[in-house]
Structures are given as structure tokens and as C-alpha cells.
Nanobody
Framework: QVQLVESGGGLVQPGGSLRLSCVAS????????MSWYRQAPGKQRELVAA??????NYPDSVKGRFTCSRDNAKRMMYLEMNSLKPEDTAVYYC??????????????WGQGTQVTVSS
């Protein structure tokens, strides 16, 4: 079994900061690309950060405000979010390509953590 568990969400005022964490556990040979997505009520899930080959990439909506990093030894990924805006309010999900053997990888999702930006 493989699990991804997010933590660190909560209520923050506009302009504030939050740090999300995602930890992978279970029968894992190695972790491939990892990403953060978010989904606001009534909207489609959207990518907010992805680390492929160690290099993070961001959409324009969060570039300069969000920083994604990972610690492969700890099987963890982080999302540092600064200058938060009300439009950042969403459930944030961790996604990872998990290899349970050297050849075959599958995508896994966490259960999500709520981020609410409001005064």
C-alpha cells in the first residue's frame, strides 16, 4: 500500500503565509515527479507546482509567491506559500508518481488539505 498525506493547511489572512507538507509512505522503490494541485469550489483542479528532475515549475498565478521543494530521503514534498490571496483558497492535493519496482510507476493522490485565505 502507498499513501500520500498532506498537512499544514488552515485559515490565514490575506498577505500571510502557510507551509504545506506531503509525506509518502508504504511500499515505495522510488518517487518520480511530484506535484501540488488545488481545487476551489465549483472549479477544476489546477496545477500549482511540479518538481520534475529536481526543478520546480509554477503557473503564472503563483510564480514568485509559492516555492515547492522535496526531500527524497524523507519522501517528503513541501509548498511554501507567501503573499496569499483570497483566490488561493482551495483544497490542496499532493500528487506523486510512485514506483513500487524499477519499471512500473503509478500516480497517487493525497486526501487534500484545506487552505482558506480570508480576513
Amino acid at each position: 500500500q502507498v499513501q500520500l498525506v498532506e498537512s499544514g493547511g488552515g485559515l490565514v489572512q490575506p498577505g500571510g503565509s502557510l507551509r504545506l507538507s506531503c509525506v509518502a509512505s508504504g511500499s515505495i522503490f522510488r518517487l518520480g515527479p511530484m506535484s501540488w494541485y488545488r481545487q476551489a469550489p465549483g472549479k477544476q483542479r489546477e496545477l500549482v507546482a511540479a518538481i520534475v528532475g529536481g526543478t520546480p515549475n509554477y503557473p503564472d498565478s503563483v510564480k514568485g509567491r509559492f516555492t515547492c521543494s522535496r526531500d527524497n530521503a524523507k519522501r517528503m514534498m513541501y509548498l511554501e506559500m507567501n503573499s496569499l490571496k483570497p483566490e488561493d483558497t482551495a483544497v490542496y492535493y499532493c500528487n506523486a508518481r510512485v514506483y513500487r519496482n524499477p519499471l512500473d510507476g503509478s500516480d497517487y493522490w493525497g486526501q487534500g488539505t484545506q487552505v482558506t485565505v480570508s480576513s
